[in-house]
Structure formats: C-alpha cells, structure tokens
C-alpha cells in the first residue's frame, strides 16, 4: 500500500545524465592535466641554473598532486552516479511492481 509520497523518476534521470556530462567533461580535464600541462626540465633553464631541478621537481609533484585530485573527483561522481542509477532503478521496478498489483484501480483478485 502507498503512504502517498512519490519519486520523480524524470528528475533522477536528469541527475544521472548531467553526472554522466560531469564525468564526460572530467575525462577531459584528466586528459589536459596528464599531457597538456607537461614542461620539460630544460624550460627551467639549463645545468648552470642550480634550481632549475628542484623547480621541475615542484612542477612534476604539483601535476601529479592535480591529476590525484581529479581521479578522486572523478571515481567519487562515478560512484554516486552509479548510486543514483540503482536507486532510481529500484524504484522502477516498484512502480511496475505495484502497477502489476492493480488493475482498473482495484488489487487483483478482489471483488467488484
């Protein structure tokens, strides 16, 4: 029996596809992090510039540190896409179970 509330699928189905677009776009930004943002050590000058390692060395650890970041970004709107998606499939499943139950706005098998 219903207590009366009721889930707007429509509206899961707007949040799985704009966190799938989400997903889409951090895909993206993964792929300019990784290769887009690369310097070479020899940008920092040459062997005669002492810091010039330390300052590739910064540079490398600091990517590393972004694309970490956005791989956690990018696993966490994964999962709670995934999320929404079994849940909003579990309700379905409801529904029809439930429209299965009733037919001409009465249970099955009761009398008319």
Known sequence: MSNGMRVDLSALDDVIRK????LSNMDSANEKAKYETDIPSTAF????????????KAHADEKARIEKIIKGLHELIDEFGKSASKVKDKYTEQEHAEQGRYKDGAPQGAAN
Do not use: T
């Not at 966190?19 to 989400?22: C, R």
């Not at 040459?46 to 300052?55: A, I, P, R, V, W």
């Open 45 to 56: 000058g040459s062997d005669k510039f002492l810091e010039s390692n330390q300052l590739h």
């Open 19 to 22: 966190l799938n677009g989400l």
